[in-house]
C-alpha cells in the first residue's frame, strides 16, 4: 500500500520558518516528481513547487515562493522537503504532497494540473501565518 504522509505544518509570525516534510512508504520517491501543492481557504489549490526525478533533480517554484522557499529529497530517508523561510500570511493553507507525471513536473507551477498527471496525495498538513 502506497502512503504518503505530511509533516511539519504548524502556527508560525510572518517572517519565521517551517520545514514540512513527506514521507513515502511504498513507493521509493527518487524514482517521482513530488510537488507540493496548497490549499487556502476559500481557493482553489494551487502547485507550490516540484522537483523532478533524481536523475535530474531539476526544481520548480511558484514566482510568489521563488528565494523563500526550497524543495529537496533525502534518497535514503525516501522523503521530500518543502524548507519554507520568510513566511507570510497569504502563505496560510493545508500542504499537500503527492507524486507527478515526472514529464509534466514544470506544469505544477504554471497552472491547474489535471488529474491525470496525479499519482499519489498525502493527506495534508495546515500551516498557518498569524501574528
Known amino acids: 500500500q502506497v502512503r504518503l504522509v505530511e509533516s511539519g505544518g504548524g502556527v508560525v509570525q510572518p517572517g519565521g520558518s517551517l520545514r514540512l516534510s513527506c514521507a513515502a512508504s511504498?513507493?521509493?520517491?527518487?524514482?517521482?516528481?513530488v510537488a507540493w501543492f496548497r490549499q487556502a481557504p476559500g481557493k482553489e489549490r494551487e502547485g507550490v513547487s516540484c522537483?523532478?526525478?533524481?536523475?535530474?533533480?531539476?526544481?520548480y517554484y511558484i514566482n510568489s515562493v521563488k528565494e523563500r522557499f526550497t524543495i529537496s529529497r533525502d534518497n535514503a530517508e525516501n522523503t521530500v522537503y518543502l524548507q519554507m523561510n520568510g513566511l507570510k500570511p497569504e502563505d496560510t493553507g493545508v500542504y499537500y504532497c503527492?507524486?507527478?507525471?515526472?514529464?509534466?513536473?514544470?506544469?505544477?507551477?504554471?497552472?491547474?494540473?489535471?488529474?491525470?498527471?496525479?499519482?499519489?496525495w498525502g493527506q495534508g498538513t495546515q500551516v498557518t501565518v498569524s501574528s
Open positions: 511504498g513507493i521509493t520517491l527518487d524514482y517521482f516528481a
Open positions: 503527492a507524486t507527478v507525471f515526472s514529464a509534466h513536473a514544470e506544469n505544477v507551477v504554471r497552472g491547474p494540473v489535471p488529474k491525470s498527471d496525479i499519482g499519489y
Open positions: 522537483i523532478s526525478p533524481s536523475r535530474d533533480d531539476t526544481v
